[in-house]
């Protein structure tokens, strides 16, 4: 008899974490992996924000935080959200946690009842199911294409709910498409929303900054979905803060109040010292992170290249985040090496057998077609990897 709780047992392994683990168990054992399957920005974190951060060490911010933030920091947040989305909050809609990703498992554990369905459109980022089912939720995946930017429509959400759905869940810029929404998508999925009043949703805007499209568009700005949206933010992918472990969310005051209480429960409040730092970040200019983001579009369009002259990799073209996210059932049902690939799974774990490149299985993101390819990496690197991945198709 396992003595461990059903709960725990029942929870998958973060995919994307778990290619990682195996990525270094090869690298110890001395064999080159290039590694493109974690979402970690491989920049350093900018000057100004480390500077702050010892400025906050110094003067001796050591402490307990409130459970909610720092009532400075959530001001910051609070004048981000009104300069870069024209999203109004208040105090008492602003909550400050350990990465976006407790922000998430906030939200699920104050909204969600036995039973409950969230509609996911698929890819989704990998840990939205778990979190849900975590909280005894049932995930509803909606699948989507690479022939519509891996993008819901209306019509699709529309027949996706039942009497059971509470909340829908995405991201965009997305994880692990890069697909991004445009006001008029997002309109457009508002207008069926409007149907349904007890329909809330969780809109994760952490790429918000990473975009090669222009302006970012929030569920938040349409008056009749403000009281209805959770947006949810943080500092790990724009500012390249993935450790500090500072998200946020803004929020119906009474859903903040909800997440404010499970927190205080579960971790508290944040580090004191990354809060400090992530004040700076919130007043400075989004301008002041560009250059990541310009060689982020650099690497997409050298990614796009080198793939569409590798045969049976079908792309579009992501317009944020920084993945690709190719259609490589092609290869399924061939047979390399003395190894078949039955599915997108056995072809990522071929790549990192025979290529020695980790990239991370669609499976994970609820599209069995695809693999993520994370491009958070040197040019150099991609190239190498590429011609490797080509050179162990051939």
Same mark, same amino acid.
């Given at each position: 008899?396992?003595?461990?709780?059903?709960?725990?047992?029942?929870? *998958? =392994?973060? /995919?994307?974490?778990?290619? @990682?683990?195996? #990525?270094?168990?090869?690298?110890?054992? !001395?064999?080159?992996? +290039?590694?493109?399957?974690?979402?970690?920005?491989?920049?350093?974190?900018?000057?100004?924000?480390?500077?702050?951060?010892?400025?906050?060490?110094?003067?001796?911010?050591?402490?307990?935080?409130?459970?909610?933030?720092?009532?400075?920091?959530?001001?910051?947040?609070?004048?981000?959200?009104?300069?870069?989305?024209?999203?109004?909050?208040?105090?008492?809609?602003?909550?400050? *946690? =350990?990465? /976006?990703?407790?922000?998430? @498992?906030?939200? #699920?554990?104050?909204?969600?009842?036995? !039973?409950?369905?969230? +509609?996911?459109?698929?890819?989704?980022?990998?840990?939205?199911?778990?979190?849900?089912?975590?909280?005894?939720?049932?995930?509803?995946?909606?699948?989507?294409?690479?022939?519509?930017?891996?993008?819901?429509?209306?019509?699709?959400?529309?027949?996706?709910?039942?009497?059971?759905?509470?909340?829908?869940?995405?991201?965009?810029?997305?994880?692990?498409?890069?697909?991004?929404? *445009?006001?008029?998508?997002?309109?457009?999925? @508002?207008?069926?929303?409007?149907?349904?009043?007890?329909?809330?949703?969780?809109?994760?805007?952490?790429?918000?900054?990473?975009?090669?499209?222009?302006?970012?568009?929030?569920?938040?700005?349409?008056?009749?979905?403000?009281?209805?949206?959770?947006?949810?933010?943080?500092?790990?992918?724009?500012?390249?803060?993935?450790?500090?472990?500072?998200?946020?969310?803004?929020?119906?005051?009474?859903?903040?109040?909800?997440?404010?209480?499970?927190?205080?429960?579960?971790?508290?409040?944040?580090?004191?010292?990354?809060?400090?730092?992530?004040?700076?970040?919130?007043?400075?200019?989004?301008?002041?992170?560009?250059?990541?983001?310009?060689?982020?579009?650099?690497?997409?369009?050298?990614?796009?290249?080198?793939?569409?002259?590798?045969?049976?990799?079908?792309?579009?073209?992501?317009?944020?985040?920084?993945?690709?996210?190719?259609?490589?059932?092609?290869?399924?049902?061939?047979?390399?090496?003395?190894?078949?690939?039955?599915?997108?799974?056995?072809?990522?774990?071929?790549?990192?057998?025979?290529?020695?490149?980790?990239?991370?299985?669609?499976?994970?993101?609820?599209?069995?077609?695809?693999?993520?390819?994370?491009?958070?990496?040197?040019?150099?690197?991609?190239?190498?990897?590429?011609?490797?991945?080509?050179?162990?198709?051939?």
């Amino acid at each position: 008899m396992n003595p461990l709780s059903d709960r725990i047992l029942n929870m *998958s =392994t973060s /995919a994307t974490l778990a290619m @990682a683990a195996k #990525a270094r168990e090869l690298r110890t054992e !001395g064999k080159d992996i +290039i590694g493109l399957s974690l979402g970690e920005p491989d920049f350093n974190t900018p000057d100004f924000i480390k500077d702050a951060a010892i400025q906050a060490i110094n003067e001796d911010y050591n402490s307990y935080t409130p459970v909610d933030g720092y009532v400075e920091l959530k001001e910051a947040i609070i004048a981000k959200f009104k300069r870069d989305n024209n999203l109004t909050y208040t105090l008492p809609q602003i909550v400050v *946690s =350990t990465g /976006a990703k407790q922000s998430l @498992a906030n939200v #699920a554990a104050v909204m969600l009842n036995k !039973g409950d369905e969230v +509609i996911l459109p698929c890819p989704y980022w990998v840990s939205y199911a778990d979190i849900v089912k975590l909280n005894e939720g049932v995930p509803l995946e909606v699948k989507t294409s690479i022939d519509t930017d891996f993008k819901i429509t209306a019509a699709q959400l529309e027949a996706a709910i039942t009497p059971k759905t509470k909340m829908i869940w995405f991201s965009s810029p997305c994880n692990p498409s890069g697909s991004v929404y *445009s006001k008029t998508e997002l309109r457009a999925l @508002a207008d069926v929303l409007q149907k349904h009043p007890n329909i809330f949703v969780v809109s994760d805007e952490i790429y918000e900054h990473i975009n090669f499209v222009g302006g970012h568009e929030s569920m938040a700005q349409f008056e009749d979905m403000y009281d209805r949206t959770i947006t949810v933010n943080g500092v790990s992918k724009a500012f390249a803060m993935t450790g500090w472990r500072i998200g946020f969310i803004g929020a119906p005051a009474w859903i903040a109040r909800a997440c404010n209480k499970m927190q205080g429960q579960i971790t508290s409040g944040a580090n004191c010292i990354a809060q400090r730092a992530v004040i700076t970040a919130m007043e400075a200019n989004p301008s002041k992170v560009q250059y990541m983001v310009d060689e982020f579009k650099k690497r997409r369009d050298l990614v796009l290249s080198l793939l569409n002259d590798i045969e049976g990799f079908k792309t579009n073209i992501p317009e944020g985040a920084f993945y690709v996210f190719p259609d490589v059932s092609y290869y399924f049902g061939k047979t390399f090496r003395g190894t078949t690939i039955n599915n997108a799974t056995d072809f990522s774990l071929y790549l990192l057998e025979h290529a020695l490149v980790a990239t991370v299985t669609g499976d994970a993101f609820g599209n069995p077609d695809c693999i993520r390819i994370s491009y958070a990496a040197s040019q150099e690197q991609i190239i190498e990897a590429i011609k490797r991945i080509k050179e162990s198709l051939s």
